[in-house]
T-cell receptor, first 114, second 112 residues
Framework: NAGVTQTPKFQVLKTGQSMTLQCAQD?????MSWYRQDPGMGLRLIHY???????DQGEVPNGYNVSRSTTEDFPLRLLSAAPSQTSVYFC?????????????FGPGTRLTVT | GNSVTQMEGPVTLSEEAFLTINCTYT??????LFWYVQYPGEGLQLLLK?????DKGSNKGFEATYRKETTSFHLEKGSVQVSDSAVYFC???????????FGQGTRLTINP
């Protein structure tokens, strides 16, 4: 199993550009989520999904869109990048009906918006 | 609301020293508690967990006890190694919810 994979590892955008961060998992997990990690603030939940076709907002959803057309993939879209979106982004997945199981995290995408 | 507060970092210790990283929480209901670790350049990994009061989670020499009376879940290790250098995150999950709520993280550096 590859686990949770994320691409790209690094990305530099100019203000106003759009891009999609990719996340995929091969563990047949129903639950997937996106976090951003900022210094001194821990991880904050952006969006999450409990299964294909179902998404919901987390703590900091503004400026981000998601969709879940398959169990495996959960892309995060930035429609018009802003410097405030400079951060490290982590995707995570877990089984929906096993809340005490760990969430598996990808290696992260470091995004800089200039 | 639900929140997690960790001790301020960074923390620097010598090899074989005793480690404590404090974590307290505020939560509605009865949360499950977790410690995750992030090694340099990697994503987070589950270190240990506890699901109810007085449970003790343990892994790789680390321990944490779920203390409901003090709403705490402090991480301890009796003798740290250089390889323990990482960022440690305390987190909670409310019963019935899927989402994790993280503390701000504590950076630990162990010097040889």
């Amino acid at each position: 199993n590859a686990g949770v994979t994320q691409t790209p590892k690094f990305q530099v955008l100019k203000t106003g550009q759009s891009m999609t961060l990719q996340c995929a998992q091969d563990m047949n997990h129903e639950y997937m989520s996106w976090y951003r990690q900022d210094p001194g603030m821990g991880l904050r939940l952006i969006h999450y999904s409990v299964g294909a076709g179902i998404t919901d907002q987390g703590e900091v959803p503004n400026g981000y869109n998601v969709s879940r057309s398959t169990t495996e993939d959960f892309p995060l879209r930035l429609l018009s990048a802003a410097p405030s979106q400079t951060s490290v982004y982590f995707c995570a997945s877990s089984y929906r009906d096993r809340p005490l199981d760990e969430q598996y995290f990808g290696p992260g995408t470091r995004l800089t918006v200039t | 609301g639900n929140s997690v507060t960790q001790m301020e970092g960074p923390v620097t210790l010598s090899e074989e020293a005793f480690l404590t990283i404090n974590c307290t929480y505020t939560a509605t209901g009865y949360p499950s508690l977790f410690w995750y670790v992030q090694y340099p350049g990697e994503g987070l990994q589950l270190l240990l967990k506890a699901t109810k009061a007085d449970d003790k989670g343990s892994n790789k020499g680390f321990e944490a006890t779920y203390r409901k009376e003090t709403t705490s879940f402090h991480l301890e290790k009796g003798s740290v190694q250089v390889s323990d250098s990482a960022v440690y995150f305390c987190a909670l999950r409310i019963q019935g919810a899927q989402k994790l709520v993280f503390g701000q993280g504590t950076r630990l550096t162990i010097n040889p």
